[in-house]
């Protein structure tokens, strides 16, 4: 089977991923870029979350932490929606950027705030709606919420991420819109359009392909899991809410040796604890290995050294300086405002 190798392995590139997500996190933070930083936030989250079950739980699946897994299963139904939430800030803002929307700092970091905290919170809410029992725990997989499989519990639950990511797909078609119109219009004028042409370095193309592959992976992925859970044998209609919340003092504890004869189980268990995972190195590797992270990473060096030896921080070489002007700790998506003087001009501020 696939994921049929050491719960060890899962438990190391946990910690590791809890690591990398907030490795970019404070100098993002800096730039004000508050969505990059809630899909940061989320992944380290549901990294750690993943990491102390995991721990927890290894080889037991005794009742041991009721507390814990109170809190780790409303992690676990959120983070999903918390990370396309994230996603869906990110692309309304470069949408903003690219098409020149006029906005106010403060109310767009109150928005972002409002898709990517106050949606996962919502959806913590609505969960207890279907939530049949108080938790599940998995003998290597740790705490699991207890949502019944039974219709309310898709458009409630699952739905959720196909919805965000459909959201979010209209905005970066938008953003491609956007710039290829501009592109058009200007390769016959005077005007140069090289500020279009993406590179690896541009924090624009960056976002841009985290936005993609995040929308890809929200459609693909729990549509899979919609279509495993429709034809489960445990899919039954519902009858009331009362019916689904008879036994909901029950923790239903399950050896590894019994979940991991059924396949649809174990997809739906690995799946949704190395997602995070997933999302913490990729945002990593886009965000954590390019140039202004390097510059970064020799700031804190040299502060480290000169703390630990006693000295002064050495100052950035004047090249380092010049090659830093429009770089962090300004904002991360660049606001681009439209001039027309006859042949129009794009500006960076």
């Not at 800096?30 to 990491?51: E, P, Q, R, T």
């Not at 809410?241 to 739906?268: E, G, L, M, P």
Request: hydrophobic letters at 45%; aromatic letters at 14%; one cysteine or more.
């Amino acid at each position: 089977m696939v994921f049929d190798f050491p719960n060890t392995v899962f438990s190391v590139f946990a910690a590791i991923g809890f690591v990398l997500a907030l490795i970019p996190f404070y100098w993002h933070y800096k730039a004000s870029n508050v969505a990059l930083c809630l899909f940061m936030a989320w992944s380290s989250i549901g990294c750690l979350n993943g990491f102390i079950n995991s721990v927890i739980w290894n080889t037991s699946i005794s009742n041991s932490a009721p507390i814990w897994c109170d809190i780790s299963t409303r992690i676990m139904v959120a983070e999903p929606v918390a990370s396309t939430a994230s996603t869906l800030c990110i692309a309304r803002r470069l949408y903003a950027d690219f098409s020149n929307k006029a906005r106010s700092k403060r109310k767009e970091v109150f928005i972002d705030l409002v898709i990517g905290v106050g949606v996962p919170i919502l959806e913590i809410i609505l969960s207890y709606i279907v939530q049949g029992n108080r938790f599940d725990i998995y003998e290597r997989v740790g705490c699991s919420p207890g949502i019944v499989n039974r219709p309310p519990s898709y458009a409630l639950i699952y739905v959720w991420p196909i919805v965000l990511a459909a959201v979010i797909f209209i905005f970066i078609t938008s953003v491609l819109t956007v710039r290829q119109h501009f592109i058009n219009s200007n390769k016959s004028g005077s005007m140069g359009f090289g500020v279009f042409r993406w590179h690896y370095s541009d924090i624009s193309f960056r976002l841009l392909v985290l936005s993609i592959c995040c929308t890809v992976y929200a459609i693909i992925i729990p549509g899979y899991l919609i279509s495993l859970d429709r034809r489960s044998s445990d899919y039954t209609a519902w009858v009331s809410f009362h019916d689904v919340h008879s036994h909901f003092s029950t923790v239903n504890q399950i050896a590894a040796a019994d979940w991991r004869d059924d396949k649809a189980t174990v997809i739906a268990l690995e799946i949704g604890r190395w997602s995070p995972v997933l999302c913490a190195f990729s945002v990593f590797y886009l965000f954590g290995i390019v140039e202004e992270a390097a510059r970064e990473y020799r700031r804190a060096f040299r502060l480290i050294k000169s703390r630990l030896c006693g000295v002064p921080p050495e100052s950035d070489s004047a090249s380092e300086m010049s090659t830093t002007k429009s770089s962090l700790p300004t904002p991360v998506i660049a606001q681009k405002a439209y001039e027309s003087h006859g042949h129009g001009k794009w500006l960076e501020t």
